[in-house]
């Protein structure tokens, strides 16, 4: 498939034959979902803890006699039954992590392309680079539209335009080796540069 290659400033610089793996996909819906939840259970900090009965603040002394209360038998209030007492069961500090192989990886960021690109998502630019200059990268991001938009350069990225984009809400920029299905999704706009489309395939061949 073929796509228009833009400039910044809105001006066309030809066009781009993109490879049908990457981005001619039927994007399949299971695949990204279980992209995103490995990404996501990965990010979650899994520390989460409450204290049992052996760890409360509370005294040990036996609340009353064993025997001839008529009431049930109790060694101490810090039993889980009581206000105040321990908590059975509760989450403990863990991974929420798992495994995925880095074939399927691989194939969930294909689809991820290939989802942008089907629904007409996909931008193409020339380059991307800046002067370090915040409010005339702005307004040429303001003039093309983008509100929600993450760009993917090549191998690294040009740090006057990071320094430029850091400040622009709604903006993300990313080297080809950060790109990942999650934050493809998460904006409405995908914007590849020439040099991250050589990048992108050099990585998922």
């Not at 400040?167 to 080796?177: K, R, V, W």
């Amino acid at each position: 498939m073929k796509l228009d290659v833009i400039k910044l400033d809105g001006g066309k610089a030809g066009d781009i034959e993109l490879n049908a793996e990457l981005f001619g996909l039927e994007p399949r819906a299971d695949i990204l979902h279980r992209l995103v939840r490995w990404q996501r259970n990965n990010a979650q900090a899994g520390t989460h803890k409450v204290k049992t009965r052996s760890e409360v603040s509370y005294s040990t002394k036996k609340i009353y006699r064993q025997k001839g209360t008529g009431g049930a038998r109790h060694g101490a209030r810090s039993a889980p039954i009581f206000r105040g007492g321990g908590v059975y069961k509760g989450p403990t500090p863990r991974s929420h992590g798992h495994e995925l192989t880095k074939k399927f990886r691989k194939l969930g960021l294909r689809h991820a392309l290939s989802a942008k690109a089907k629904a007409g998502e996909l931008v193409i630019i020339e380059d991307a680079t800046a002067e370090g200059k915040t409010a005339a990268l702005a307004k040429q991001i303001k003039n093309l539209g983008w509100k929600r938009a993450l760009i993917i350069d090549g191998v690294a990225v040009n740090e006057g335009f990071a320094k430029a984009a850091r400040n622009i809400e709604g903006l993300d920029i990313l080297p080809t080796m950060g790109a990942n299905v999650y934050d493809i999704l998460k904006r409405d706009t995908l914007v590849i540069t020439k040099a991250g489309i050589e990048a992108l395939e050099a990585r998922l061949k």
